[in-house]
């Protein structure tokens, strides 16, 4: 309510302005200072990523090898092919018994060292860094260090075996080269153990200290208290690790063959190495079939996208979110 003053006549003349044009005053920006910001990201997201996969979808149904001008559409024939090729079904298995086995694995050896990790010792600073700096290492240089240490004959680890007078083992060949990949991954414990260990400094002391008063023990405050509250984090890890070890190329490639080479992709992956990825690349760079190639990529994708939503379906029976349960 506006008063007038005495001896005023007339409203001050903000008020005289309808309220859609003092609204107008306050605007700032206009839509298309918006869309310039945007512009850079938008470039990029239409250039490196929506055209390429409209691209890499029409690939799919021809039988074009990356080089020669002669080919034509061939409609469904690469799925159909690639579904009745037993290739394609051994590595899609491969790949998910290592996913399987990689990261709960993973988490759980995260989750571990950050409970360790978490209690005040000494130094327990440059502990935390020991562990974490291993996760920071390029990929390329890790897979060149631990086919060092692998090497049958001049691998520190087998020199460590003879010392034990145990025999020497040849990692790098099947079956145990799928083991030797594990022991790799698992080497890079420090990512997640950092992410569980800030989750474990989130949660309150009064609930597990209000646990030990009611007489619950380590093990029930662990799996009472502590892993409903560490959930969300665990799920986030466990739909990301998914994913990067459903899309593992790299590590296997170098670990094992003549130098890791794609000339000699071939016949330079063990047998239980050869993950769904591998299986993609050797169509691309050794057969030149990129229609087919593609094909693999897009149920590849699918395949993914499967497992990512019933991960997510999965978490309401394991996941708790205090948010949701203080609405209850």
Same mark, same amino acid.
């Given at each position: 309510m506006i008063r007038v003053q005495p001896g005023q006549t007339e409203l001050p003349p903000a008020?005289?302005?309808?309220?859609?044009?003092?609204?107008?005053?306050?605007?700032?920006?206009?839509?298309?200072?918006?869309y310039l910001f945007i512009l850079p990201w938008?470039?990029?997201?239409?250039?490196?990523?929506?055209?390429?996969?409209?691209?890499?979808?029409?690939?799919?149904?021809?039988?074009?090898?990356?080089?020669s001008p002669h080919w034509h559409w061939v409609g469904l024939s690469n799925y159909r092919e690639l579904l009745r090729?037993?290739?394609?079904?051994?590595?899609?298995?491969?790949?998910?018994?290592?996913?399987?086995?990689?990261?709960?694995?993973?988490?759980?050896?995260? $989750?571990?060292?950050?409970? @360790?990790?978490?209690?005040? /010792?000494?130094?327990?600073?440059?502990?935390?860094? =020991? #562990?974490?700096? !291993?996760?920071?290492?390029?990929?390329?240089?890790?897979?060149i260090m631990w086919r060092l240490?692998?090497?049958?004959?001049?691998?520190?680890?087998?020199?460590?075996?003879?010392?034990?007078?145990?025999?020497?083992?040849?990692?790098?060949?099947?079956?145990?080269?799928?083991y030797a990949l594990l022991i790799m991954i698992l080497w890079g414990l420090g990512g997640g153990m950092v992410i569980s260990l800030a989750a474990l400094q989130g949660i309150p002391?009064?609930?597990?200290?209000?646990?030990?008063?009611?007489?619950?023990?380590?093990?029930?405050?662990?799996?009472?208290?502590?892993?409903? $509250?560490?959930?969300?984090? @665990?799920?986030?890890?466990? /739909?990301?690790?998914?994913?990067?070890?459903?899309? =593992? #190329?790299?590590? !296997?490639?170098?670990?094992?063959?003549?130098g890791g080479g794609v000339q000699g992709l071939g016949g330079s992956v063990p047998r239980g190495d050869f993950f769904y990825m591998i299986n993609v690349i050797q169509q691309f760079l050794v057969f030149d079939r990129f229609g087919y190639g593609s094909a693999m990529l897009w149920i590849f994708f699918l395949v993914i996208l499967a497992i990512t939503l019933l991960l997510f379906r999965s978490s309401s029976f394991w996941v708790y979110y205090e948010a949701d349960h203080d609405h209850e």
């Open positions: 008020v005289h302005q309808p309220r859609q044009q003092r609204r107008r005053g306050w605007k700032r920006y206009s839509s298309r200072t918006f938008l470039a990029g997201f239409l250039g490196l990523t929506l055209i390429p996969l409209i691209y890499a979808l029409l690939v799919s149904f021809t039988n074009f090898d990356g080089i090729n037993t290739d394609t079904w051994y590595s899609l298995g491969r790949t998910l018994f290592f996913t399987v086995l990689a990261v709960p694995l993973n988490v759980a050896g995260g $989750l571990g060292l950050a409970m @360790l990790l978490n209690e005040r /010792v000494k130094a327990v600073g440059v502990l935390r860094t =020991i #562990f974490y700096v !291993p996760s920071i290492v390029p990929v390329v240089a890790s897979a240490i692998f090497d049958r004959d001049v691998g520190v680890l087998n020199a460590v075996l003879e010392r034990l007078r145990i025999p020497v083992i040849t990692w790098l060949v099947d079956p145990t080269v799928f002391q009064e609930l597990e200290e209000a646990a030990m008063v009611d007489g619950a023990n380590g093990w029930q405050i662990f799996r009472r208290v502590t892993l409903p $509250l560490l959930s969300p984090v @665990l799920f986030f890890q466990v /739909v990301t690790g998914s994913i990067t070890s459903l899309q =593992i #190329f790299v590590q !296997p490639l170098l670990l094992a063959g003549n």
